[in-house]
């Protein structure tokens, strides 16, 4: 099991990596190449040079988080090829600097969804927030807004400027797409993409919808135990992985989180974790919390069990954490809370392995 911490390259993060040095237990970042086009191929030179600058700062990179799909790819338009191409090529490109896992979304028009990114919370803190009536009032083209507006100006990871543009457009389009379309869609990537994953020794990890629930009349297919199950059957490549996301299964309240960790980590599928807690508020309102246990409604400690219990040896991370003692830092990405979530972390971990003993 390595810990590591999603840092963004370019100067895009208030974190730096000699921060990320110090804190105890984590051995390397997840990143990405963000400035470069969805569907273009991550050039190489630029990919050496990420790589140098994080082994600079005695850090790792093994993970990459996200190379993001061309929406041509969900949408399955005789274009997708060429995107497919593309993303094979960058598969090529990550393998040549020993990427080993490579975490991606399948979700269409947006990634993540959250209604406020800074709620205030009686102590102080701040947290990112999600209550559905506030979404489903917003006309999905105000979101994007309201996202960029309360961003602080960073970017937010997923939500790229040219994939805005079309989004109108786009939200049009899948009202006519089929859910059973949709998984088609997903598959071909997968048949595609996996052969050459398999190759190059990267596991394909990809993010569950944040939130589970289908939106705006989009399809909506990595939300549950079953939906996973029916993902994995679509294509059995021991490179065809999860990227098991409590805080984003986790809202849907039907979801057994340490029964699926069990049952896809034990199947050798979670390559890579992200682990935070939430706080229900109904059945499709949350806050994001701090990580242990007392603080949310996600069992914590009985999902790193089940991870340990199982073998995994893949890579986890904080995730998300609050905004605490006046950082200043883009939403869910400061240092301060994620140290402290990945350090409660670290500590089960190393629990349950003295256990053991
Ligand atoms: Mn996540």
Known sequence: MKLILRWFSGGDDSVTLQQIKQIPGIVGVATSLS??????VWPLERLIALKEEIATAGLEVEVIESVNIH????KGLPTRDRYIENYIKTLANLSIIEIKCLCYNFMPVFDWIRSDLAFKLADGSSVMSYRQEEVLRMNPLNMAESMFSKAKGYSLPGWEEERLAAMARDI?????????????NLQYFLDAVLPYAERYDIKMAIHPDDPPWPLFGLPKVITNAENIRTFLALNDSPANGLTFCAGSLGANLDNDLPAMAKEFSARGRIPFAHLRNIKRLSAQDFDESAHPNSYGDLDLFAIIK???DTGFDGYIRPDHGRMIWGEEARPGYGLYDRALGITYLYGLWEALTKLQC
């Open 71 to 74: 929406e041509d790819i969900k």
């Open 172 to 184: 049009e389009y899948y009202q006519n797409v089929t859910v059973d379309q949709y998984w088609a």
């Open 306 to 308: 089940a991870l340990h």
């Open 35 to 40: 400035d470069v086009p969805v569907g273009e």
